[in-house]
Nanobody, 122 residues
Framework: QVQLVESGGGFMQAGGSLRLSCAVSGSNLGITQMGWYRQAGGQTRELLAGITSGGTSTIYSASVRGRFSISRDSAKNTAYLQTDSLRPEDTGVYFC???????????????WGQGTQVTVSS
């Protein structure tokens, strides 16, 4: 069983920064990818950033590229999302997602955290 716990969300003024963390626990994890999604009120979850198990490859959505940075500490089984130059439209619940055993991010075989709220005021 894989468990994910996010932290680091909160309230921030536009232009500020937050660092989100996602701690993963469980046995025989077999993690292949980790990612961060955002869900704003009434909308579908949007993939913001993803990183491979070795941390050698990353992807970003156009909406956050150049402002957000994903990283991973394999020894701690923790992923991070550094969010800089925050905008009001970045407001939403941020979810961590883990893909295991070759399945893709966001798939029905992936694992989700409970989410952490980020609110950005103008």
């Amino acid at each position: 069983q894989v468990q994910l716990v996010e932290s680091g969300g909160g309230f921030m003024q536009a232009g500020g920064s937050l660092r989100l963390s996602c701690a993963v626990s469980g046995s025989n994890l077999g993690i292949t990818q980790m990612g961060w999604y955002r869900q704003a009120g009434g909308q579908t979850r949007e993939l913001l950033a993803g990183i491979t198990s070795g941390g050698t490859s990353t992807i970003y959505s156009a909406s956050v590229r150049g402002r957000f940075s994903i990283s991973r500490d394999s020894a701690k089984n923790t992923a991070y999302l550094q969010t800089d130059s925050l905008r009001p439209e970045d407001t939403g619940v941020y979810f961590c997602n883990v893909a295991v055993h070759g399945y893709g991010l966001g798939s029905s075989n992936s694992y989700w955290g409970q989410g952490t709220q980020v609110t950005v005021s103008s």
